[in-house]
């Protein structure tokens, strides 16, 4: 799976702080550490932008000082994605466009002015679809707008949006429906990849149960045909995870999600721990944030 480093986002206080003080250090302490752990992309993530468009032309040369590893411009602005845009010194990935009016219409002559990838999400103009079958509606409209533009398939990688699993009556749903949606992505949208932010599966959880949650999730994502996904660069357990230096936690999470009768008191501690979560992201027990105790 391919690994786009998630640490430098303007929610984290210490990249907001540095951002307004144009600290490039700290910033570049940030990128080169993620360089370091060997992730395939690095996510410049400024959110809105609203009140400082510039920030991500200035973001993306300190940056590039330090490691030359593939860029993610991650802003819902059009003018601080352009101003990127323009400075990148190798092809980064425009992260992202949407289903919405607005994005299509700014954000993907971007992707074709710069002959970029480009994550697409299935965002609408109502907002994030409820169900599978709203996600397919959305993401066969959005890819059809884009091949329309002359952007193929391949160069669009697909964001169902994952919502947190602790949000009341709706998260696990959401959970299932982004696990079906990934699996059949190939037959909606031929050639395009699968991309997630995954740290969103745990928004609002307990915080010494997120990572338990993130971990679970992309192994279960990864199954079902996950290209990328945006993570905590520094997770050392994802990574072992992913390089199948884990055998018996993945396997104990396939079991879970094949319907398999897990008989969790004969497991290893860590093993229970991701069979617990496998059957709360599958659906099949219900979310409560003392699911581990169950």
């Known amino acids: 799976m391919i690994r786009i480093g998630e640490n430098i986002h303007v929610i984290a206080r210490e990249v907001s702080v540095a951002l307004k003080a144009r600290d490039a250090k700290a910033m570049q302490d940030l990128a080169r550490k993620q360089a370091e752990a060997e992730v395939d992309l690095i996510d410049l993530n400024l959110g809105p932008a609203r009140k400082d468009p510039d920030a991500m032309a200035w973001l993306v040369q ?70 599978y079958d709203g996600r397919v509606e959305s993401i066969l409209e959005a890819a059809a707008y884009a091949n329309e533009m002359g952007i193929e398939n391949e160069r669009i990688w697909v964001d169902p949006i994952v919502l947190p699993i602790s949000t009341a009556g709706e998260g696990q749903k959401h959970a299932v429906a982004d696990l079906e949606f990934i699996e059949t992505l190939d037959d909606l949208v031929p050639g395009a990849k699968a991309t997630v932010g995954l740290s969103n599966i745990s928004n609002s959880t307990p915080d010494e149960t997120r990572e338990l949650l993130n971990r679970t999730y992309t192994v279960m994502l990864v199954r079902k045909g996950l290209y990328s996904a945006i993570i905590d660069a520094f997770d050392e357990e994802m990574v072992a995870l992913l390089n199948n230096k884990k055998p018996s936690a993945v396997e104990v999470i396939y079991k879970v999600m094949d319907g398999e009768d897990v008989d969790v008191a004969s497991l290893s501690d860590g093993d229970a721990m991701y069979a617990k979560t496998a059957r709360v992201l599958s659906g099949a027990v219900l979310y409560s944030d003392a699911w581990l105790e169950g």
């Open 62 to 131: 300190v940056v590039q000082e330090v490691t030359d590893v593939q860029l993610s411009l991650d802003t819902m602005n059009p003018l601080a994605m352009e101003a990127g845009l323009k400075v990148c010194k190798n092809k980064p990935l425009i992260n992202s466009a949407s289903n919405r009016t607005d994005s299509k219409q700014e954000m993907l002559p971007l992707a074709v002015k710069y002959n970029c990838d480009v994550v697409l999400s299935v965002i609408t103009d109502q907002g994030c679809p409820a169900d």
